[in-house]
C-alpha cells in the first residue's frame, strides 16, 4: 500500500520524503571550552537485544591545566560492565563495615582490600583498551601512578561513574584517571605529569 500512495497521491509523496542532513557536532572544541575543571559528564545507554552497554562521556580539563574537553564514546559487554558494578557494590560494602570497626582493624583491612581496588580500576581502564592495545609499562602507570586514592569519597565516585545513570560531577580524582584512559584509548599524548613518571 505504501508503494501505492506513493505513487498515485502526491500529498502522500511529499510526506513520506525522508532527507538526511549531513553530521553536525552537537557541540565544538571551543563551546566544550565552558566545561567546568575537574568535571565528569557520561550517560550510559543499555542496549538489551545485543546485550551491550554504551557510554557517552565529557571530561572537563584539569584544574590549573592547560587542557580542552575531552569527548568519548565506548560499547562494553553489559554482563561485563554489570560484574564490574557488582564487584564495585561488594567492595563499598565492606569498606563501610570495616570504617566502623576501631581505626587500627579498619587500617589493616583498607591494607587488604586497596590490591582489589586497584585491580578494579585497572578493569575500568580496560573498558577504554579495545581502540588502542596498551603496553605493559602505559598499563603499569595508569593505575600504580594515577589510581585514586583509596577513600570512601573516591570509591563512590567510581561506583557512580559505572552505574547506569552516569554521573555530572567535579572530581579530581575521578577526572584526572579518565582523562588518562581516554588518552589511552584515542592514542593521544599522555599528560605531561605522567610522562615525567614514566621517565622515573
Known amino acids: 500500500m ?7 497521491l502526491s500529498t502522500y509523496a511529499g510526506q513520506c520524503c525522508i532527507t538526511f542532513k549531513p553530521y553536525e557536532p552537537a557541540a565544538t572544541s571551543e563551546e566544550l571550552g565552558a566545561v567546568n575543571p575537574n568535571s565528569v559528564l557520561s550517560l550510559w545507554v543499555q542496549d538489551a537485544h545485543c546485550g551491550k552497554s554504551s557510554l557517552l562521556y565529557v571530561l572537563g580539563a584539569r584544574e590549573g591545566a592547560e587542557e580542552k574537553p575531552m569527548v568519548g564514546f ?9 560484574n564490574l558494578y557488582q564487584d564495585l557494590q561488594d567492595l563499598t560494602r565492606a569498606f563501610n563495615e570495616s570504617a ?11 591494607e587488604k582490600a586497596r590490591p582489589n581496588y586497584v585491580s578494579i580500576v585497572r578493569r575500568i581502564g580496560d ?47 575521578l ?6 584512559f581516554h588518552c589511552v584509548r584515542y592514542k593521544l599524548p599522555l599528560p605531561a605529569t605522567l610522562q615525567q613518571q614514566q621517565q622515573e
Open 175 to 180: 577526572c584526572a584517571i579518565l582523562r588518562l
Open 127 to 173: 573498558l577504554f583498551a579495545p581502540r588502542a592495545a596498551t603496553d605493559e609499562t602505559t598499563a603499569k602507570i595508569m593505575v600504580e601512578k594515577a589510581v585514586p586514592e583509596f577513600t570512601a569519597e573516591n570509591l563512590k565516585a567510581i561506583v557512580d561513574y559505572v552505574s547506569m545513570y552516569g554521573v555530572n560531577v567535579e572530581h579530581k580524582e
Open 74 to 82: 565506548l560499547s562494553v559487554d553489559a554482563k561485563e560492565l554489570g
Open 100 to 110: 566502623q570497626k576501631s581505626e587500627e582493624v579498619f587500617s589493616r583491612d583498607k
Open 2 to 8: 505504501h508503494r501505492y500512495l506513493k505513487s498515485n
